[in-house]
């Protein structure tokens, strides 16, 4: 049997210079070993393509990202003076695996939004907001278990990001619908349009990707969008010239 050996890719930093009134400033971007340098726009598309599951240079405006409008697309927005909490909390997690899913998201979209505030970006405190929202006696014990382990943990070493996804691991694994990735992908295979309901289509075919931790762009993914598709769309769809992806054949 052979083996192939994959090489990371070492991320390091370099700097532009940005010409301003007052002389010159210096803006972090990323180089590759490959020489080549990752603009800021690039940065952020590779990371939306990675969260959705796209393959790399999918997506709209192709590797290199949309084309901004307006104002500087790359002057770095500052962080605000006064900072106050914003959004709403979560609803209470009372230990159903079917919420499971949707209450750490709302979490973390809560979080992310007060990320300015203070004590925001303190992995500690956001454990310990989590272990609030969490009530009931399905999840007390563990939430009661988790909470002694942060206890004794201290927050001169050890409140780093690691603890945080650590947490979020063991949560997913304690709570999170472990039949619900089969259930999607089961789901998906026999997912059919209905007519005229295309973007409906679209829309729960690419749902049922995200929810089966499939890779929209590869050829299965691709094969499995025109499977359901109408007779007469499909014909269309495989007219010449082909689309060479799905971005392509959804469009």
Not at 7 to 17: E, F, L, N, R
Not at 20 to 35: L, N, Q, R
Not at 102 to 115: E, K, M, W
Not at 162 to 182: G, H, S, V
Request: include cysteine.
């Amino acid at each position: 049997m052979s083996t192939t050996t994959i090489q990371p890719t070492i991320t390091m930093q370099a700097t532009t210079t940005t010409a301003t009134t007052s002389g010159t400033t210096a803006t972090p971007v990323a180089a590759t070993t490959t020489g080549t340098i990752a603009t800021p726009t690039q940065r952020i598309t590779t990371a939306i393509n990675k969260a959705l599951r796209r393959n790399p240079g999918s997506g709209p405006g192709g590797p290199e990202g949309p084309v901004a409008q307006g104002a500087n697309p790359l002057a770095v927005v500052p962080q605000a003076a006064d900072v106050h909490l914003m959004g709403s909390l979560p609803a209470i997690f009372s230990g159903n695996r079917a919420e499971a899913e949707h209450f750490i998201n709302g979490v973390q979209a809560y979080i992310q939004l007060n990320r300015e505030v203070p004590g925001f970006t303190s992995p500690m405190k956001k454990i310990a907001l989590v272990l609030t929202l969490m009530q009931g006696d399905k999840v007390a014990d563990w939430a009661n278990d988790m909470g002694q382990a942060l206890d004794e943990l201290d927050p001169a070493t050890d409140n780093i990001p690691a603890l945080w996804t650590t947490f979020l691991e063991e949560f997913r694994e304690q709570y999170l619908d472990t039949q619900a990735a089969d259930q999607a992908r089961t789901e998906l295979e026999n997912l059919t349009m209905k007519m005229p309901y295309i973007d409906e289509y679209i829309s729960k075919f690419e749902d049922l990707c995200h929810k089966s931790n499939y890779m929209t762009g590869n050829a299965e993914v691709t094969y499995m969008f025109l499977k359901g598709l109408l007779k007469s769309l499909l014909e269309d769809v495989l007219k010449a010239p082909q689309a060479v992806d799905y971005p392509a054949t959804k469009e």
